[in-house]
């Protein structure tokens, strides 16, 4: 067991970016952009809960990834590290916020309001892996999705507006399969 409490940030930080996987931008990327191809196709029959799915479902997909590219004990270990629990803490924070979505999303009966506010909240947690990993792409991520999500919602059209906020998640998340940093290079 690694002892963390005695650990300098910059090896506890090396240790978590080892630990990462690049399936997650990869998973984030099939996810939002199956809900842009749902939300362009058919938006008036896809159902509302399609955007929670697509801002949780990212780690199931990049769990089986990993399983399939043989990878998957990267996902077992480094769990005790300060930082992935700081990381796994985000996640909750933005749990905890959804209900607020639901009750804006009900009190102005807009749809797209639900695609927009998932699509930027469930995009918080890459400013915490960024910092963990000390890797400003996380941060960089989130800004670049924050705003072509709100440029989508202000400026898109209404009838294709929800798909083109979730077809910006889905480009943001190609620069993060880009840009961030590889757990190969923490070794």
């Known amino acids: 067991m690694t002892d963390y409490a005695n650990m300098p940030l910059a090896k ?11 399936a997650m931008p990869i998973g984030g990327l099939i996810a939002w952009s199956v809900l842009a191809i749902g939300l362009f196709l058919i ?3 896809l159902p509302y809960w399609a955007p929670f799915v697509a801002a949780a479902i990212p780690v199931p ?17 480094g ?18 916020l959804t209900p607020l979505l639901i009750i804006a999303v009900q009190q102005s009966g807009d749809a797209d309001l639900l695609v927009l506010g998932m699509g930027i ?8 892996h960024g ?24 400026f ?19 620069h993060a399969i880009w840009a961030m940093k590889k757990p190969a290079s923490a070794r």
């Open 12 to 22: 506890a930080r090396q240790d978590y970016l080892a630990n990462t996987t690049t």
């Open 43 to 45: 938006p008036d029959r």
């Open 61 to 77: 997909i990049a769990l089986l990834i990993d399983k399939l590219r043989g990878t998957i004990h990267t996902w077992k270990q």
């Open 79 to 96: 769990n005790d590290n300060p930082i992935a629990q700081l990381f796994m803490r985000s996640i909750w924070v933005v749990t905890l």
């Open 121 to 128: 909240l469930a995009g918080v947690v890459w400013v915490p």
């Open 131 to 154: 910092w963990g990993a000390d890797d400003p792409a996380g941060l960089h991520h989130f800004v670049l999705r924050a705003a072509l999500c709100y440029a989508a919602y202000l």
């Open 156 to 174: 898109a059209p209404e009838p294709v507006r929800g798909a083109l906020i979730a077809a910006a998640v889905a480009l943001s998340y190609m």
